[in-house]
Protein backbone atom coordinates (compact mmCIF):
# COMPACT_ATOMS: atom_id res chain seq x y z
CA UNK A 1 0.00 0.00 0.00
CA UNK A 2 0.98 3.63 -0.81
CA UNK A 3 0.89 5.88 2.25
CA UNK A 4 0.40 9.19 1.26
CA UNK A 5 2.40 10.94 4.32
CA UNK A 6 5.17 9.32 3.30
CA UNK A 7 6.50 12.30 0.92
CA UNK A 8 7.81 13.78 3.60
CA UNK A 9 4.64 16.36 4.08
CA UNK A 10 3.75 16.18 7.72
CA UNK A 11 0.81 17.59 8.70
CA UNK A 12 2.25 20.06 11.61
CA UNK A 13 4.01 21.96 8.87
CA UNK A 14 1.27 22.28 6.12
CA UNK A 15 1.55 25.06 4.05
CA UNK A 16 -1.18 25.99 1.19
CA UNK A 17 1.51 25.06 -1.11
CA UNK A 18 2.58 21.72 0.23
CA UNK A 19 -1.44 21.12 0.55
CA UNK A 20 -1.82 21.44 -3.34
CA UNK A 21 1.18 19.37 -3.94
CA UNK A 22 0.22 16.60 -1.35
CA UNK A 23 -3.23 16.49 -3.28
CA UNK A 24 -1.45 16.06 -6.57
CA UNK A 25 0.93 13.23 -4.96
CA UNK A 26 -2.87 11.79 -3.62
CA UNK A 27 -4.18 11.51 -7.25
CA UNK A 28 -0.83 10.05 -9.08
CA UNK A 29 -0.39 7.35 -6.31
CA UNK A 30 -3.60 5.21 -6.26
CA UNK A 31 -3.54 2.47 -3.16
CA UNK A 32 -2.04 -1.11 -4.06
CA UNK A 33 -5.81 -2.88 -4.87
CA UNK A 34 -4.60 -6.27 -3.56
CA UNK A 35 -3.86 -4.75 0.22
CA UNK A 36 -7.19 -3.20 -0.42
CA UNK A 37 -8.77 -6.24 1.26
CA UNK A 38 -6.67 -7.08 4.03
CA UNK A 39 -8.79 -6.84 7.33
CA UNK A 40 -8.56 -5.71 10.17
CA UNK A 41 -6.95 -2.54 9.24
CA UNK A 42 -8.63 0.15 11.42
CA UNK A 43 -7.81 0.26 15.11
CA UNK A 44 -6.12 -2.70 14.55
CA UNK A 45 -3.79 -5.20 12.50
CA UNK A 46 -4.19 -8.49 11.32
CA UNK A 47 -0.66 -9.09 13.47
CA UNK A 48 -2.00 -7.54 16.43
CA UNK A 49 -5.22 -9.09 16.31
CA UNK A 50 -3.73 -12.46 16.10
CA UNK A 51 -1.74 -11.37 19.48
CA UNK A 52 -4.24 -10.11 20.84
CA UNK A 53 -6.59 -13.48 20.61
CA UNK A 54 -3.12 -15.28 22.13
CA UNK A 55 -3.27 -13.79 25.23
CA UNK A 56 -6.96 -14.41 25.65
CA UNK A 57 -6.85 -17.57 28.21
CA UNK A 58 -4.13 -15.01 30.81
CA UNK A 59 -5.38 -12.08 32.67
CA UNK A 60 -6.79 -9.65 33.19
CA UNK A 61 -8.02 -10.11 29.54
CA UNK A 62 -9.82 -13.10 30.52
CA UNK A 63 -12.05 -11.33 32.55
CA UNK A 64 -12.23 -8.39 30.47
CA UNK A 65 -13.69 -10.56 27.58
CA UNK A 66 -16.31 -12.56 29.74
CA UNK A 67 -17.60 -9.23 31.03
CA UNK A 68 -17.67 -8.27 27.01
CA UNK A 69 -18.98 -11.33 25.99
CA UNK A 70 -22.16 -10.98 29.01
CA UNK A 71 -22.62 -7.38 27.32
CA UNK A 72 -23.16 -9.11 24.17
CA UNK A 73 -25.19 -12.10 25.04
CA UNK A 74 -27.42 -8.97 26.98
CA UNK A 75 -27.89 -7.27 24.09
CA UNK A 76 -28.97 -10.41 21.98
CA UNK A 77 -31.70 -11.37 24.65
CA UNK A 78 -32.88 -7.75 24.55
CA UNK A 79 -32.87 -7.13 20.63
CA UNK A 80 -35.31 -10.91 21.27
CA UNK A 81 -37.86 -8.69 22.65
CA UNK A 82 -37.35 -5.20 21.15
CA UNK A 83 -39.10 -4.95 17.95
CA UNK A 84 -38.56 -1.45 17.78
CA UNK A 85 -35.54 0.23 15.93
CA UNK A 86 -33.26 3.28 18.21
CA UNK A 87 -30.36 3.77 16.33
CA UNK A 88 -28.46 4.43 20.21
CA UNK A 89 -29.63 1.28 20.64
CA UNK A 90 -28.58 -0.82 17.45
CA UNK A 91 -25.19 0.69 17.07
CA UNK A 92 -24.45 -0.68 20.96
CA UNK A 93 -25.71 -3.58 19.78
CA UNK A 94 -23.62 -3.79 16.72
CA UNK A 95 -20.13 -2.36 18.03
CA UNK A 96 -20.15 -5.49 20.93
CA UNK A 97 -21.32 -8.03 18.43
CA UNK A 98 -18.12 -6.98 16.22
CA UNK A 99 -16.02 -7.02 18.61
CA UNK A 100 -16.37 -10.05 19.90
CA UNK A 101 -16.66 -11.34 16.73
CA UNK A 102 -13.20 -9.86 16.30
CA UNK A 103 -11.96 -11.22 19.06
CA UNK A 104 -13.08 -14.67 19.11
CA UNK A 105 -13.88 -15.52 15.44
CA UNK A 106 -16.68 -17.53 16.58
CA UNK A 107 -19.39 -16.74 13.36
CA UNK A 108 -22.37 -17.09 15.92
CA UNK A 109 -21.39 -13.18 16.89
CA UNK A 110 -20.65 -12.15 13.00
CA UNK A 111 -24.48 -13.37 12.18
CA UNK A 112 -25.41 -11.43 15.14
CA UNK A 113 -23.47 -7.85 13.66
CA UNK A 114 -25.05 -8.67 10.58
CA UNK A 115 -29.10 -8.46 11.62
CA UNK A 116 -28.03 -4.91 13.21
CA UNK A 117 -26.16 -4.05 9.94
CA UNK A 118 -29.30 -5.15 8.18
CA UNK A 119 -31.65 -2.44 10.54
CA UNK A 120 -29.07 -0.28 10.62
CA UNK A 121 -28.88 -0.07 5.87
CA UNK A 122 -32.94 0.04 6.34
CA UNK A 123 -32.69 3.13 8.22
CA UNK A 124 -33.95 6.17 6.30
CA UNK A 125 -34.25 8.81 9.41
CA UNK A 126 -30.81 9.34 10.55
CA UNK A 127 -28.60 6.80 8.30
CA UNK A 128 -29.20 8.19 4.83
CA UNK A 129 -30.93 11.17 5.46
CA UNK A 130 -28.61 14.15 5.27
CA UNK A 131 -30.32 16.59 7.17
CA UNK A 132 -30.54 14.56 10.24
CA UNK A 133 -28.65 14.87 13.80
CA UNK A 134 -24.74 14.37 12.79
CA UNK A 135 -23.93 12.71 15.81
CA UNK A 136 -25.64 10.07 15.19
CA UNK A 137 -25.20 9.60 12.05
CA UNK A 138 -21.17 9.40 12.56
CA UNK A 139 -21.57 7.16 15.01
CA UNK A 140 -23.81 4.53 12.95
CA UNK A 141 -21.09 5.11 10.16
CA UNK A 142 -18.20 4.20 12.84
CA UNK A 143 -19.89 0.93 13.94
CA UNK A 144 -20.46 -0.12 10.65
CA UNK A 145 -17.19 0.43 9.66
CA UNK A 146 -16.12 -1.22 12.48
CA UNK A 147 -18.31 -4.16 11.99
CA UNK A 148 -17.33 -4.23 7.94
CA UNK A 149 -14.10 -4.57 9.40
CA UNK A 150 -13.90 -7.06 11.62
CA UNK A 151 -16.45 -9.30 10.37
CA UNK A 152 -15.07 -8.99 7.06
CA UNK A 153 -13.94 -12.97 6.85
CA UNK A 154 -17.33 -14.34 8.22
CA UNK A 155 -19.83 -12.00 6.07
CA UNK A 156 -20.66 -13.28 2.62
CA UNK A 157 -19.87 -11.39 -0.28
CA UNK A 158 -23.17 -9.64 -0.87
CA UNK A 159 -23.30 -8.46 2.69
CA UNK A 160 -19.82 -7.24 2.33
CA UNK A 161 -20.89 -5.41 -1.03
CA UNK A 162 -23.78 -4.00 1.28
CA UNK A 163 -21.89 -2.94 3.97
CA UNK A 164 -19.14 -1.77 1.85
CA UNK A 165 -21.41 0.48 -0.41
CA UNK A 166 -23.10 2.01 2.35
CA UNK A 167 -20.26 3.00 4.05
CA UNK A 168 -19.10 5.05 0.71
CA UNK A 169 -21.81 6.76 0.49
CA UNK A 170 -22.50 7.62 3.90
CA UNK A 171 -19.06 8.66 4.90
CA UNK A 172 -19.07 11.06 1.81
CA UNK A 173 -22.40 12.53 3.23
CA UNK A 174 -21.30 12.75 6.89
CA UNK A 175 -18.21 14.61 5.22
CA UNK A 176 -20.80 16.90 3.20
CA UNK A 177 -23.17 17.86 6.20
CA UNK A 178 -23.40 17.04 9.92
CA UNK A 179 -27.32 18.02 9.91
CA UNK A 180 -29.42 20.71 10.04
CA UNK A 181 -28.81 21.58 14.14
CA UNK A 182 -25.15 20.95 14.06
CA UNK A 183 -21.99 23.16 15.20
CA UNK A 184 -19.72 23.61 12.93
CA UNK A 185 -17.06 25.32 15.33
CA UNK A 186 -13.79 23.83 14.30
CA UNK A 187 -13.50 23.71 18.00
CA UNK A 188 -16.28 21.62 18.90
CA UNK A 189 -16.07 18.23 19.79
CA UNK A 190 -18.80 17.89 16.68
CA UNK A 191 -15.96 18.27 14.12
CA UNK A 192 -13.99 15.63 16.18
CA UNK A 193 -16.88 13.31 15.68
CA UNK A 194 -17.29 14.21 11.88
CA UNK A 195 -13.97 13.92 11.10
CA UNK A 196 -13.42 11.18 13.26
CA UNK A 197 -15.62 8.71 11.90
CA UNK A 198 -14.99 9.87 8.55
CA UNK A 199 -11.08 9.49 8.79
CA UNK A 200 -12.09 5.35 10.42
CA UNK A 201 -14.42 4.63 7.58
CA UNK A 202 -12.36 6.02 4.79
CA UNK A 203 -9.73 4.00 5.47
CA UNK A 204 -11.61 1.08 6.14
CA UNK A 205 -13.59 0.96 3.08
CA UNK A 206 -12.60 -1.29 0.24
CA UNK A 207 -12.48 0.77 -3.38
CA UNK A 208 -13.73 -1.95 -5.78
CA UNK A 209 -14.81 -0.53 -9.02
CA UNK A 210 -11.27 -0.12 -10.83
CA UNK A 211 -12.85 0.32 -14.41
CA UNK A 212 -14.14 3.73 -13.39
CA UNK A 213 -11.73 4.59 -11.51
CA UNK A 214 -7.89 4.54 -11.74
CA UNK A 215 -7.38 5.64 -8.59
CA UNK A 216 -9.40 5.50 -4.96
CA UNK A 217 -12.31 7.45 -4.81
CA UNK A 218 -11.72 7.94 -1.13
CA UNK A 219 -8.18 9.87 -1.49
CA UNK A 220 -9.60 13.39 -2.20
CA UNK A 221 -12.10 12.29 1.39
CA UNK A 222 -9.13 11.15 3.49
CA UNK A 223 -7.02 13.99 2.83
CA UNK A 224 -9.02 16.53 3.17
CA UNK A 225 -11.12 15.05 6.36
CA UNK A 226 -7.43 14.37 8.22
CA UNK A 227 -6.66 18.01 7.88
CA UNK A 228 -9.57 19.25 8.79
CA UNK A 229 -9.21 16.44 11.55
CA UNK A 230 -6.18 17.54 12.76
CA UNK A 231 -6.92 21.19 12.73
CA UNK A 232 -9.76 20.48 15.15
CA UNK A 233 -7.58 18.64 18.09
CA UNK A 234 -5.35 21.50 17.61
CA UNK A 235 -8.32 24.37 18.34
CA UNK A 236 -10.21 21.72 20.72
CA UNK A 237 -7.06 21.46 23.38
CA UNK A 238 -5.26 24.37 24.68
CA UNK A 239 -1.37 23.36 24.41
CA UNK A 240 -1.45 22.64 27.98
CA UNK A 241 -3.38 19.50 27.46
CA UNK A 242 -6.93 20.86 29.24
CA UNK A 243 -9.63 20.54 26.75
CA UNK A 244 -11.96 23.90 25.68
CA UNK A 245 -15.01 22.30 26.52
CA UNK A 246 -14.46 20.49 29.42
CA UNK A 247 -12.74 17.19 30.46
CA UNK A 248 -16.21 14.87 29.98
CA UNK A 249 -16.63 16.50 26.47
CA UNK A 250 -12.97 15.41 26.19
CA UNK A 251 -14.29 12.09 26.69
CA UNK A 252 -16.71 11.37 24.17
CA UNK A 253 -14.93 13.47 21.42
CA UNK A 254 -12.33 10.94 21.42
CA UNK A 255 -14.57 8.58 21.59
CA UNK A 256 -14.15 9.48 17.71
CA UNK A 257 -10.74 11.03 17.52
CA UNK A 258 -8.93 8.26 19.47
CA UNK A 259 -10.24 5.56 16.73
CA UNK A 260 -9.40 8.11 14.01
CA UNK A 261 -5.65 8.76 14.91
CA UNK A 262 -4.78 5.30 15.66
CA UNK A 263 -5.67 4.59 12.13
CA UNK A 264 -3.45 6.84 10.94
CA UNK A 265 -0.87 5.43 12.75
CA UNK A 266 -1.77 2.23 11.86
CA UNK A 267 -1.95 3.37 8.30
CA UNK A 268 0.59 5.75 6.95
CA UNK A 269 3.99 4.54 7.71
CA UNK A 270 5.28 8.18 8.59
CA UNK A 271 2.28 8.90 10.52
CA UNK A 272 3.20 10.40 14.31
CA UNK A 273 0.83 11.65 16.59
CA UNK A 274 2.70 14.18 17.95
CA UNK A 275 3.68 15.63 15.05
CA UNK A 276 0.01 15.67 13.75
CA UNK A 277 -1.25 16.93 17.23
CA UNK A 278 1.47 18.26 19.75
CA UNK A 279 -1.58 19.85 21.45
CA UNK A 280 -2.76 16.32 23.35
CA UNK A 281 1.04 15.27 24.70
CA UNK A 282 -0.44 16.40 28.29
CA UNK A 283 -4.09 15.83 27.50
CA UNK A 284 -4.42 12.71 29.81
CA UNK A 285 -2.27 14.37 32.38
CA UNK A 286 -5.23 17.17 32.69
CA UNK A 287 -7.91 14.33 32.88
CA UNK A 288 -6.30 12.19 34.66
CA UNK A 289 -5.48 15.05 37.74
CA UNK A 290 -9.14 15.64 37.79
CA UNK A 291 -10.71 12.25 38.26
CA UNK A 292 -11.74 10.15 41.66
CA UNK A 293 -12.21 6.87 41.77
CA UNK A 294 -15.73 7.21 42.83
CA UNK A 295 -18.83 4.57 41.81
CA UNK A 296 -20.97 6.42 38.91
CA UNK A 297 -23.11 4.98 36.39
CA UNK A 298 -20.76 2.95 34.41
CA UNK A 299 -17.92 2.11 36.19
CA UNK A 300 -15.77 4.62 38.42
CA UNK A 301 -15.08 8.00 38.35
CA UNK A 302 -15.99 11.25 39.09
CA UNK A 303 -14.67 15.15 38.11
CA UNK A 304 -15.57 18.64 38.45
CA UNK A 305 -18.33 19.39 36.07
CA UNK A 306 -17.00 23.02 34.63
CA UNK A 307 -18.45 24.40 31.65
CA UNK A 308 -22.07 22.70 31.28
CA UNK A 309 -21.66 19.22 31.43
CA UNK A 310 -21.95 16.73 34.65
CA UNK A 311 -19.31 15.04 36.78
CA UNK A 312 -19.81 11.48 35.94
CA UNK A 313 -16.79 10.63 34.56
CA UNK A 314 -16.89 7.31 31.75
CA UNK A 315 -13.41 7.07 30.39
CA UNK A 316 -14.96 5.96 26.57
CA UNK A 317 -12.12 3.62 25.85
CA UNK A 318 -10.15 6.57 25.53
CA UNK A 319 -7.82 5.37 28.61
CA UNK A 320 -6.79 1.90 26.68
CA UNK A 321 -6.22 3.95 23.52
CA UNK A 322 -4.01 5.88 25.42
CA UNK A 323 -1.80 2.89 25.45
CA UNK A 324 -0.96 3.12 21.93
CA UNK A 325 -1.09 6.85 21.23
CA UNK A 326 1.04 8.43 23.86
CA UNK A 327 4.08 8.42 24.44
CA UNK A 328 6.19 5.72 26.67
CA UNK A 329 7.13 7.45 29.55
CA UNK A 330 3.50 8.35 30.61
CA UNK A 331 2.05 4.32 29.82
CA UNK A 332 3.40 3.28 33.50
CA UNK A 333 1.18 6.29 35.03
CA UNK A 334 -2.02 5.38 32.33
CA UNK A 335 -1.70 1.86 33.16
CA UNK A 336 -1.65 2.53 37.38
CA UNK A 337 -4.89 4.69 36.36
CA UNK A 338 -6.60 2.28 34.37
CA UNK A 339 -6.58 -0.15 37.02
CA UNK A 340 -7.58 2.86 39.15
CA UNK A 341 -10.57 3.51 37.31
CA UNK A 342 -11.71 0.41 35.94
CA UNK A 343 -12.68 -3.01 37.43
CA UNK A 344 -13.32 -5.54 34.27
CA UNK A 345 -15.71 -7.90 35.79
CA UNK A 346 -17.88 -5.08 36.04
CA UNK A 347 -18.02 -3.17 33.85
CA UNK A 348 -21.26 -1.94 32.33
CA UNK A 349 -20.48 0.45 29.03
CA UNK A 350 -23.47 -0.73 26.90
CA UNK A 351 -21.12 0.26 24.04
CA UNK A 352 -18.18 -2.29 24.55
CA UNK A 353 -15.65 0.15 25.43
CA UNK A 354 -14.03 -2.45 27.29
CA UNK A 355 -12.63 -4.11 24.47
CA UNK A 356 -10.25 -1.06 23.79
CA UNK A 357 -8.84 -2.38 26.97
CA UNK A 358 -8.55 -6.16 25.43
CA UNK A 359 -6.70 -4.45 22.26
CA UNK A 360 -4.19 -2.01 23.93
CA UNK A 361 -3.88 -2.87 27.77
CA UNK A 362 -0.20 -3.33 27.82
CA UNK A 363 0.47 -6.19 30.09
CA UNK A 364 4.72 -6.09 29.43
CA UNK A 365 4.71 -2.55 31.21
CA UNK A 366 5.10 -2.28 34.98
CA UNK A 367 1.82 0.48 36.29
CA UNK A 368 3.63 3.10 38.74
CA UNK A 369 1.56 5.74 40.85
CA UNK A 370 1.11 9.26 38.87
CA UNK A 371 2.50 10.83 41.71
CA UNK A 372 5.95 9.74 40.50
CA UNK A 373 5.57 11.96 37.12
CA UNK A 374 4.22 15.16 39.15
CA UNK A 375 0.43 14.66 38.11
CA UNK A 376 -0.60 16.23 41.64
CA UNK A 377 -1.15 19.37 39.93
CA UNK A 378 -2.17 20.71 37.02
CA UNK A 379 -2.36 24.40 35.08
CA UNK A 380 -4.11 25.77 32.33
CA UNK A 381 -3.05 29.04 31.89
CA UNK A 382 -4.77 29.32 28.40
CA UNK A 383 -8.20 29.20 30.22
CA UNK A 384 -7.29 29.36 33.77
CA UNK A 385 -7.72 25.83 35.00
CA UNK A 386 -5.90 25.41 38.33
CA UNK A 387 -6.37 21.44 40.04
CA UNK A 388 -4.95 19.96 43.45
CA UNK A 389 -4.77 16.85 43.88
CA UNK A 390 -3.52 15.14 47.58
CA UNK A 391 -2.29 12.07 46.31
CA UNK A 392 -3.10 8.46 43.90
CA UNK A 393 -4.53 5.77 45.98
CA UNK A 394 -7.99 5.06 45.73
CA UNK A 395 -11.80 6.64 45.74
CA UNK A 396 -10.72 8.69 49.02
CA UNK A 397 -8.30 10.71 47.39
CA UNK A 398 -9.18 14.40 47.17
CA UNK A 399 -8.97 17.14 44.25
CA UNK A 400 -9.95 20.42 44.54
CA UNK A 401 -10.45 22.64 41.43
CA UNK A 402 -10.63 26.18 40.58
CA UNK A 403 -11.92 27.85 36.89
CA UNK A 404 -10.89 31.62 35.71
CA UNK A 405 -12.40 30.49 32.61
CA UNK A 406 -10.28 33.24 30.76
CA UNK A 407 -11.54 32.01 27.19
CA UNK A 408 -15.25 31.12 25.47
CA UNK A 409 -15.27 28.64 22.88
CA UNK A 410 -18.22 28.58 20.52
CA UNK A 411 -19.26 25.16 22.15
CA UNK A 412 -19.87 24.34 25.51
CA UNK A 413 -19.32 27.21 27.74
CA UNK A 414 -21.43 27.40 30.72
CA UNK A 415 -21.75 30.21 33.43
CA UNK A 416 -18.69 28.61 35.84
CA UNK A 417 -16.08 31.65 35.42
CA UNK A 418 -14.21 32.32 38.65
CA UNK A 419 -15.88 29.03 40.34
CA UNK A 420 -14.44 26.12 42.79
CA UNK A 421 -15.07 22.68 42.73
CA UNK A 422 -14.29 19.55 45.07
CA UNK A 423 -14.36 15.97 44.86
CA UNK A 424 -12.81 13.87 47.86
CA UNK A 425 -13.06 11.13 50.24
CA UNK A 426 -15.67 9.14 48.75
CA UNK A 427 -18.45 11.52 47.66
CA UNK A 428 -18.28 15.03 45.56
CA UNK A 429 -18.91 17.84 47.75
CA UNK A 430 -18.76 21.45 46.10
CA UNK A 431 -20.34 20.97 42.26
CA UNK A 432 -21.10 23.20 39.16
CA UNK A 433 -24.87 23.05 37.81
CA UNK A 434 -24.68 20.00 35.13
CA UNK A 435 -25.96 20.02 31.10
CA UNK A 436 -27.40 23.70 31.43
CA UNK A 437 -26.64 27.61 31.03
CA UNK A 438 -28.60 28.31 34.02
CA UNK A 439 -26.53 30.00 36.90
CA UNK A 440 -28.54 28.41 39.86
CA UNK A 441 -26.41 25.62 39.96
CA UNK A 442 -23.36 27.49 39.88
CA UNK A 443 -20.98 27.75 43.39
CA UNK A 444 -20.09 31.18 43.00
CA UNK A 445 -20.89 34.46 44.72
CA UNK A 446 -23.89 36.28 43.75
CA UNK A 447 -25.44 39.72 43.48
CA UNK A 448 -28.85 40.24 45.15
CA UNK A 449 -31.46 38.15 43.28
CA UNK A 450 -32.68 41.16 41.43
CA UNK A 451 -29.21 41.84 39.87
CA UNK A 452 -28.24 37.94 39.30
CA UNK A 453 -28.30 36.65 35.63
CA UNK A 454 -30.67 34.13 35.57
CA UNK A 455 -28.82 32.26 32.28
CA UNK A 456 -24.89 32.87 31.55
CA UNK A 457 -24.46 36.38 30.73
CA UNK A 458 -20.80 35.21 28.69
CA UNK A 459 -18.62 37.18 31.56
CA UNK A 460 -15.14 35.31 31.08
CA UNK A 461 -12.76 35.63 33.89
CA UNK A 462 -8.79 35.93 34.46
CA UNK A 463 -6.22 34.11 35.98
CA UNK A 464 -3.69 36.93 37.91
CA UNK A 465 -1.50 34.57 40.19
CA UNK A 466 -0.97 30.68 41.21
CA UNK A 467 1.88 28.37 42.88
CA UNK A 468 1.96 24.83 43.99
CA UNK A 469 3.80 24.20 47.16
CA UNK A 470 6.81 22.32 46.28
CA UNK A 471 5.92 19.04 48.60
CA UNK A 472 2.88 18.73 46.29
CA UNK A 473 0.57 19.44 49.22
CA UNK A 474 -1.48 22.03 47.76
CA UNK A 475 -1.62 25.27 46.44
CA UNK A 476 -3.34 28.50 45.64
CA UNK A 477 -4.81 30.70 42.73
CA UNK A 478 -5.69 34.27 42.63
CA UNK A 479 -8.63 35.24 40.11
CA UNK A 480 -11.56 37.92 38.82
CA UNK A 481 -14.64 38.13 37.22
CA UNK A 482 -18.00 36.72 36.66
CA UNK A 483 -20.31 35.21 34.40
CA UNK A 484 -23.54 35.63 36.80
CA UNK A 485 -23.62 39.16 37.32
CA UNK A 486 -21.22 40.06 40.49
CA UNK A 487 -19.26 43.03 39.81
CA UNK A 488 -15.29 43.41 40.29
CA UNK A 489 -15.40 39.90 41.90
CA UNK A 490 -11.69 39.17 42.93
CA UNK A 491 -11.49 35.07 44.10
CA UNK A 492 -8.95 33.91 46.01
CA UNK A 493 -8.36 30.18 46.53
CA UNK A 494 -6.41 28.28 49.00
CA UNK A 495 -5.39 24.77 49.24
CA UNK A 496 -3.53 22.84 51.96
CA UNK A 497 -3.24 18.53 51.83
CA UNK A 498 -0.54 18.83 55.17
CA UNK A 499 -2.44 19.90 58.23
CA UNK A 500 -2.04 17.94 61.13
CA UNK A 501 -6.11 17.84 61.82
CA UNK A 502 -7.69 17.41 58.82
CA UNK A 503 -7.76 15.58 55.53
CA UNK A 504 -7.77 19.10 53.94
CA UNK A 505 -8.27 22.93 54.52
CA UNK A 506 -9.46 25.33 51.53
CA UNK A 507 -10.03 29.25 51.81
CA UNK A 508 -11.99 31.04 49.46
CA UNK A 509 -11.69 35.10 50.25
CA UNK A 510 -14.15 36.90 47.74
CA UNK A 511 -14.05 40.71 46.90
CA UNK A 512 -16.39 42.31 45.49
CA UNK A 513 -18.74 45.68 44.59
CA UNK A 514 -22.24 43.84 44.81
CA UNK A 515 -21.85 40.33 46.08
CA UNK A 516 -24.35 39.58 48.53
CA UNK A 517 -24.91 35.32 48.37
CA UNK A 518 -22.01 33.50 48.57
CA UNK A 519 -23.21 30.32 47.23
CA UNK A 520 -22.09 26.37 47.22
CA UNK A 521 -24.17 23.31 45.21
CA UNK A 522 -23.74 20.00 46.35
CA UNK A 523 -25.21 17.10 45.38
CA UNK A 524 -28.79 16.62 47.28
CA UNK A 525 -27.85 13.30 49.09
CA UNK A 526 -25.39 15.25 51.32
CA UNK A 527 -27.21 16.22 54.34
CA UNK A 528 -27.04 19.68 55.43
CA UNK A 529 -26.95 20.73 59.10
CA UNK A 530 -26.77 24.34 60.01
CA UNK A 531 -24.14 25.77 62.75
CA UNK A 532 -23.91 29.00 64.36
CA UNK A 533 -20.56 30.15 62.65
CA UNK A 534 -21.49 28.02 59.32
CA UNK A 535 -22.35 24.54 58.50
CA UNK A 536 -21.71 21.00 57.49
CA UNK A 537 -22.45 18.52 54.64
CA UNK A 538 -22.07 15.20 55.60
CA UNK A 539 -21.56 12.29 53.01
CA UNK A 540 -23.78 9.12 52.88
CA UNK A 541 -20.00 7.59 53.93
CA UNK A 542 -19.92 9.44 56.98
CA UNK A 543 -17.13 11.39 55.70
CA UNK A 544 -17.82 15.51 56.19
CA UNK A 545 -17.10 18.97 54.98
CA UNK A 546 -17.53 21.93 57.19
CA UNK A 547 -17.46 25.57 56.12
CA UNK A 548 -16.63 28.07 58.69
CA UNK A 549 -17.57 31.87 57.67
CA UNK A 550 -15.57 34.26 59.33
CA UNK A 551 -17.69 37.14 60.56
CA UNK A 552 -17.35 38.41 63.45
CA UNK A 553 -19.45 41.91 62.45
CA UNK A 554 -22.65 40.20 62.89
CA UNK A 555 -24.31 36.90 62.82
CA UNK A 556 -24.68 34.08 60.20
CA UNK A 557 -27.72 34.18 57.53
CA UNK A 558 -28.59 31.03 55.70
CA UNK A 559 -31.08 30.03 52.67
CA UNK A 560 -31.11 26.41 51.26
CA UNK A 561 -33.21 25.19 49.08
CA UNK A 562 -33.05 22.51 45.39
CA UNK A 563 -31.81 23.17 42.21
CA UNK A 564 -32.58 20.62 39.30
CA UNK A 565 -29.38 19.50 38.08
CA UNK A 566 -29.02 19.80 34.91
CA UNK A 567 -31.57 22.56 34.86
CA UNK A 568 -34.19 22.18 32.06
CA UNK A 569 -32.15 19.96 30.10
CA UNK A 570 -33.84 16.78 29.12
CA UNK A 571 -31.44 14.71 26.45
CA UNK A 572 -28.38 13.24 27.92
CA UNK A 573 -29.48 14.35 31.79
CA UNK A 574 -28.80 11.56 33.74
CA UNK A 575 -28.88 14.01 37.51
CA UNK A 576 -26.08 12.79 39.78
CA UNK A 577 -25.41 9.37 39.90
CA UNK A 578 -23.71 8.17 42.77
CA UNK A 579 -23.14 4.60 44.33
CA UNK A 580 -25.84 3.10 41.36
CA UNK A 581 -28.30 5.27 42.36
CA UNK A 582 -30.03 8.58 40.18
CA UNK A 583 -30.29 11.90 42.52
CA UNK A 584 -32.30 14.61 40.36
CA UNK A 585 -31.23 17.36 42.57
CA UNK A 586 -28.45 19.41 43.91
CA UNK A 587 -28.77 21.52 47.13
CA UNK A 588 -27.57 25.03 47.02
CA UNK A 589 -26.73 26.72 50.59
CA UNK A 590 -26.48 30.62 50.57
CA UNK A 591 -24.48 32.01 53.04
CA UNK A 592 -25.51 35.91 52.99
CA UNK A 593 -22.74 38.94 52.67
CA UNK A 594 -21.94 42.12 52.60
CA UNK A 595 -19.92 42.69 49.11
CA UNK A 596 -17.12 40.72 50.77
CA UNK A 597 -16.50 37.17 52.54
CA UNK A 598 -14.06 34.76 54.08
CA UNK A 599 -15.20 31.03 54.15
CA UNK A 600 -12.41 28.29 55.49
CA UNK A 601 -13.63 24.60 54.67
CA UNK A 602 -12.27 21.37 56.18
CA UNK A 603 -12.61 18.09 55.34
CA UNK A 604 -12.33 14.90 57.62
CA UNK A 605 -13.30 10.97 57.28
CA UNK A 606 -16.81 9.12 58.77
CA UNK A 607 -16.30 9.74 62.93
CA UNK A 608 -13.57 12.66 62.78
CA UNK A 609 -14.39 16.14 64.56
CA UNK A 610 -13.61 18.78 62.69
CA UNK A 611 -10.81 21.54 64.48
CA UNK A 612 -12.33 24.92 65.70
CA UNK A 613 -11.80 27.41 63.15
CA UNK A 614 -10.90 31.35 64.16
CA UNK A 615 -9.35 34.46 63.08
CA UNK A 616 -6.88 36.50 65.17
CA UNK A 617 -5.65 39.32 64.33
CA UNK A 618 -6.36 39.11 61.25
CA UNK A 619 -4.63 35.84 60.96
CA UNK A 620 -6.68 32.26 60.31
CA UNK A 621 -6.20 29.65 62.75
CA UNK A 622 -7.20 25.98 62.11
CA UNK A 623 -6.69 24.30 65.40
CA UNK A 624 -3.95 26.47 66.81
CA UNK A 625 -1.53 26.80 63.52
CA UNK A 626 -1.89 29.55 61.88
CA UNK A 627 -2.19 29.67 57.96
CA UNK A 628 -1.19 33.05 56.95
CA UNK A 629 -2.52 34.11 54.01
CA UNK A 630 -1.65 37.34 53.28
CA UNK A 631 -2.64 39.14 50.37
CA UNK A 632 -1.73 38.10 46.87
CA UNK A 633 0.50 35.55 48.36
CA UNK A 634 -1.91 33.11 50.63
CA UNK A 635 1.12 31.52 52.04
CA UNK A 636 4.56 31.88 53.41
CA UNK A 637 5.43 28.72 52.21
CA UNK A 638 8.05 28.03 48.98
CA UNK A 639 5.98 27.86 46.11
CA UNK A 640 6.76 26.87 42.87
Not at 137 to 150: G, H, T, W
Not at 193 to 207: P, T
Not at 354 to 378: D, G, H, K
Amino acid sequence: MVYFLSFGLHFSTFTPEKLLLGFILLLANPLSISAQFEHPRGIVTPEEIKSVRERLDTEPYRTMLTTLTRTGEQHQMESKDDRSYDPYEESDRLGVWAYLYLLTEEEYWADLAWQATEKILADTVYLTNPLAKGLTRARLLQKLAYAYDFCYPAWSREQRKQANDALFEVFYSVHATMGYAANYSIESNWMGVRYGSIVLASYIWDWTDTTNYKRSPALPIQWDASKRLQDHIQTNIYPSGWNVESMSYHIYNWTFVGPALITLQNQLSSFSVLDYVPNIEHSLQALMTSVVSIENQHNRGYTADLSDDDMMFSTGGVLAMGFSLFPAEQLPALKWMHDYLIEPNSYQAEDGQLAYSILYYPEEVMAENPATLNWRTFVSKETGVFVARNHFEDENDIVATYHAKANRVRGHQGPDTNTIRLVGLGAPWVIGAGRTGLTAGQSNLFPSVEETAEKDDKGLGKLHEYGFFNDGTGGYVVGSGSAVGTREHRRRFYVDFDHPLTKGVFVVQDSSTNGRRWRINTPEFNKFTEAEDGFTLTAPNGSSLKFTVLNKDKSIKLDTGKVPYGGKTKQHNFGIVYQGQGYPFSRYVDVFCDLNITVVMTLQPANETHPEVRIENGTIRVGEQPLNLPSPLLSNRQTE
